[in-house]
Nanobody
């Protein structure tokens, strides 16, 4: 059984901050990589950030570099996405996803099909 549960979304003013959390349970604890994706209304789901377990390497979409930070607390089975200097264009439903199979050409990619399980999503709205 695999379970991912996101939380921490909400309404924030431009320039504000939010921290999203993703609680892992069951076989989700055996991940190879974890990623955050987001989907805005009428747009494709896009990768935001990822982290690879083996070496801790991280990736960020150009649109969030310098503003977002991904982290993992393996002791608490939690994944976080710290989002600072939020902009209206960051408004979206945010999802965490895990790669359980591993052996990907590019670990921690932003390819949706590289991820086996997804959370239900949490809404982030950036508006004044």
């Amino acid at each position: 059984q695999v379970q991912l549960v996101e939380s921490g979304g909400g309404l924030v003013q431009p320039g504000g901050s939010l921290r999203l959390s993703c609680a892992l349970s069951g076989f989700a604890l055996n991940y190879y990589a974890i990623a955050w994706f987001r989907q805005a209304p009428g747009k494709e789901r896009e990768g935001v950030s990822s982290i690879v377990r083996s070496d801790g390497s991280t990736k960020y979409a150009d649109s969030v570099k310098g503003r977002f930070t991904i982290s993992v607390d393996n002791a608490k089975n939690m994944v976080y996405l710290q989002m600072n200097s939020l902009k209206p264009e960051d408004t979206a439903v945010y999802y965490c996803a895990i790669d359980l199979a591993g052996a990907k050409v590019v670990p921690g990619s932003f390819l949706r099909y590289d991820y086996d399980y997804w959370g239900q999503g949490t809404q982030v709205t950036v508006s004044s």
